[in-house]
């Protein structure tokens, strides 16, 4: 079955960076981008960017331009997101999900990122 | 600020129908499908309505979905106590090329 598993809870420091994974299984990796979002305690979603395992392509949501990075290792089935200079507005839960077209049918657990001094 | 605007909360009883409301403009519900989501408490979303109506496989036919324009709808017959979760709508923008989401409606069952 399609599986996306993250890595655990981050608590960071302002000003350093997280990097968090996404591993796959159930699927052809190069099938399907991966789309990462987070969610603020109480708040609605919001998109991050996203990466085609098959060619490197990415793209990213404006906002996090230039302290965004998205990888991925396809030996391994896996999607990286770094997020450099943290800050307390970074707090949040981080979900990776996979695509095809628009569609976002399988998502990871999430992983809870706390930015504190 | 979520793109697509959802209510925060409703409630039902067991048994009752319940429906939540997604509403969006012409670059993204009006032009592209709505997707829904369950979210349980501490759980990743969970698919379960593509396409604006259709069920991925294993979702029960008490989950239902309908648009018209620029808003969107699910409903859930046969309310269950389970049932109890955040769900959210979610569609493409035209304008900012990428996934928009609703900020969820938190459905509690009485």
């Known amino acids: 079955q399609v599986q996306l598993v993250q890595s655990g809870a981050e608590v960071k420091k302002p000003e350093a960076s997280v990097r968090v994974s996404c591993e796959t299984s159930?699927?052809?990796?190069?099938?399907?981008?991966i789309h990462w979002m987070r969610q603020a305690p109480g708040q609605g979603l919001e998109w991050l960017g996203w990466?085609?395992?098959?060619?490197?392509?990415?793209f990213f949501a404006q906002k996090f331009q230039g302290r965004i990075s998205m990888t991925t290792d396809t030996s391994i089935r896996a999607a990286y997101m770094d997020l450099l200079a943290l800050t307390s507005d970074d707090t949040a839960v981080y979900y990776c999900?996979?695509?095809?077209?628009?569609?976002?049918?399988?998502w990871g657990q999430g992983t809870l990122v706390t930015v504190s001094s | 600020q979520s793109v697509l605007t959802q209510p925060p909360s409703t409630s039902g009883t067991p048994g009752q129908r319940v429906t939540f409301s997604c509403s969006g403009s012409?670059?993204?519900?009006?032009?592209?499908?709505v997707y829904w989501y369950q979210q349980l408490p501490g759980t990743a979303p969970k698919l379960l309505i593509s396409?604006?109506?259709q069920r991925p496989s294993g979702v029960p036919d008490r989950f239902s979905g309908s648009k018209s324009g620029t808003s969107a709808s699910l409903a859930i017959t046969g309310l269950r106590s389970e049932d109890e979760a955040d769900y959210f709508c979610?569609?493409?923008?035209?304008?900012?090329?990428?996934?928009?989401f609703g900020g969820g409606t938190k459905l509690t069952v009485l």
């Open positions: 999900a996979r695509a095809l077209l628009y569609e976002l049918d399988f």
């Open positions: 159930g699927y052809t990796f190069t099938d399907y981008y």
């Open positions: 990466i085609n395992p098959q060619s490197g392509g990415k």
């Open positions: 012409n670059s993204n519900l009006g032009t592209n499908f």
């Open positions: 396409r604006d109506n």
């Open positions: 979610a569609s493409w923008d035209d304008n900012l090329i990428h996934p928009v």
